[in-house]
């Protein structure tokens, strides 16, 4: 097989360098995609924002599905080109392609139609209803254009390539960001549409990834064929087994830190702006960590197909190694710009001193955490999606939030702070002696 971007034969720390530093570029330009919308929807004022606040757990929860999916395409294409098989990789695109593609379809049709009473339950306000219909009515109609994209780049990534799908991100969120402006405010010869100009200008970005993702898999690197039916149900089967349990795994972050919130609500209002405050910043210290894990998917799945399983294991332990080290180093530049820090997201003094205490002490387990995430992502590429499921399951609901909510007890929000922390730690060391005991199992050489 033609090893297009050496992740069968260049030296491990190259390959995922090359693989990881695109992949934090293309992350970004996602978090750039959501703080412009955020920006712009703040400018209409407080009920346009809150509108789409509440829309941000159904959008999330939404493209779960395609990120899940996602995984279970990255992992099974990256096993098939390792083994050379680069027809059947085409095949398998092109089914994971429509399966996605029919499930956010199925999930936009059914909410469409249940808008009122869903919105109603997460606790929408009667006068907000309409301006959440301007957005979803729109945002439900266009989400299919995102799925292509997002799949598409993960079966781009099983490649070996992380610049394309990165650059194709960019160029959305550059769509987006001219465009937002203009048709929520109605500049120039465009309309003024208010909310629904955002998500109008989100569908309009979305197309352009699409077809930027569509002539990179068909025409460059060949990677979609016609369906080939003897295998289409089989090949669903594979992406649902590992597909489903990884979305599930993505949604359970969202739900851990809505507990957390629900914790510090006991602890008065600072103490849910700092924390809130200390999400964003930490969405930033991890990225990296993220991009990471996103490009070791591929690496180990390509190793594991071409049966060089020591080779997938040392690029493990070398990620779970650079996890402690790369994330202890990023704790030490935050110390002494935790304070300034601190004083850009609130003018609140109460709310500055729990930013500073969560930057002084939850950082440190950061890389404790990256460990948890690397193991997570080596399960997947290994077609171990239950036990990856279980260990984001065990990092939040056995180790981090009982921590947090002793500590909670113990010592108020500055308790619960280091409960996170001491949960992280936990967490990241039971992970790795799990990956030496995986290893032996699974990852010996044959």
Known sequence: MQDKHGLLTDPIPDVLRRLTIPMTFGMVAILMFNLVDTFFISLLGTQALAAVSFTFPVTFAVNCITMGMG??????????????????AAHFTSHGLSLTVLLVAAASIIGLFTIDP?????????????????????????????????????????????????????????INGILDPLLIFGYGPFPELGIQGAAIASGI????????????????????????????????????????????????????????????????????????????????????????????????????????????????????????LFQFFIFIMMVPVSIPLSAVFSQDQAVRDGLWHYLLVVPVSYGFQGVV???????????????????????????????AWLG????????????????????????????????KQHLQPE
């Open 71 to 88: 995984m279970g395409i990255s992992t099974s294409i990256g096993r098939l080109l390792g083994q050379g098989d680069n027809q059947q």
């Open 408 to 439: 909670s007890l113990l010592d108020g929000v500055e308790g619960l702070f280091i409960g996170i922390a001491v949960g992280n730690i936990a967490g990241g060391i039971f992970a790795y002696l799990y990956a030496l005991k995986i290893r």
């Open 205 to 324: 970005s979305w197309a352009g990834a699409l077809c930027g993702s569509l002539w990179v898999l068909i025409k460059r690197e060949k990677m979609l064929a016609l369906p080939h039916f003897p295998t289409l149900l089989a090949d669903w089967q594979q992406i649902l087994r590992i597909g489903t349990p990884a979305a599930f795994s993505n949604a359970l972050n969202p739900l851990s830190g809505a507990i957390l919130m629900m914790m510090l609500a006991s602890q008065g209002t600072a103490a849910v702006a700092a924390y809130g405050a200390a999400q964003r910043i930490e969405s930033l210290m991890l990225i990296v960590m993220m991009a990471l894990t996103s490009a070791l998917t591929p690496f180990m799945a390509q190793n594991l197909g071409a049966q060089s399983t020591q080779r997938a294991a040392s690029a493990m332990f070398l990620s779970m190694r650079f996890a402690i």
């Open 118 to 174: 869903l919105f109603q339950l997460l606790g929408a306000e009667e006068e907000l209803l309409p301006l959440i219909h301007q957005y979803m009515n729109i945002w439900y109609v266009a989400i299919p254009l995102l799925v292509i994209p997002m799949a598409g780049n993960s079966a781009i990534r099983a490649t070996g390539d992380t610049k394309t799908p990165a650059k194709i991100m960019m160029l959305a969120g550059l």
């Open 373 to 403: 995430m690397v193991l997570v992502s080596s399960l997947n590429a290994m077609h171990l999606p239950i036990k990856a499921f279980q260990w984001s399951f065990m990092r939040l609901f056995v180790f981090l939030l009982p921590a």
